[in-house]
């Protein structure tokens, strides 16, 4: 059976969006931010005089991913939370039912649907549940094969105004697309 390479993509997001629309990348990975909270002010008719993003502002995330290759592949997307920022619970989502939402609370090495972290309780070391304003990153594993020239679209939210102290760790720099 010919074996099909896994394609890994690494998205680089800006240290703190000061739009609320970025542009799109040029090629078969787009992706935009868009301040959802600006953007409800408008549908309510107070637009803002700008489209900065200010502190508490919810900012959406949304990455697609167009298959390139002649060939179907697996493709894993991986996406950094900038510093600043801080991850929305609950808001990852894909088009695809096959695709699997995981975080990393360590600037992107180890990845889990739920990341575990270690305290001190009463003197004793025990695990729990990270909170998901310390998720460094969000990535999606596609289960099945995304065939030549589909596309997959995933996005998630985050609030703005979020030290990135708090989450332990600050956001990859920035580095292009590559595949594997």
Avoid: C
Wanted: no cysteine.
């Amino acid at each position: 059976m010919k074996s099909i390479a896994r394609l890994l993509v690494l998205l680089a997001l800006a240290a703190a969006p000061a739009t609320a629309q970025q542009p799109a990348a040029p090629g078969p990975l787009r992706v935009t931010a868009q301040n959802r909270t600006a953007a409800e002010l408008a549908a309510r008719g107070t637009p803002r005089g700008d489209d900065r993003v200010r502190p508490g502002d919810v900012v959406r995330y949304r990455i697609a991913f167009t298959n390139p290759q002649r060939t179907p592949v697996r493709p894993v997307l991986a996406n950094p939370i900038a510093p600043g920022m801080a991850f929305v619970a609950g808001s990852a989502r894909s088009a695809r039912t096959d695709a699997r939402a995981e975080y990393s609370i360590d600037g992107g090495k180890t990845f889990s649907v739920q990341p575990m972290e270690t305290v001190v309780v009463d003197g004793r070391r025990v695990q729990r549940a990270a909170a998901p304003e310390k998720y460094t990153h969000v990535r999606w594993t596609v289960g099945g094969f995304v065939a030549p020239g589909a596309t997959v679209v995933a996005e998630f939210d985050t609030r703005f105004g979020s030290s990135s102290s708090e989450r332990g760790s600050t956001a990859a720099p920035a580095a292009a697309p590559s595949g594997r």
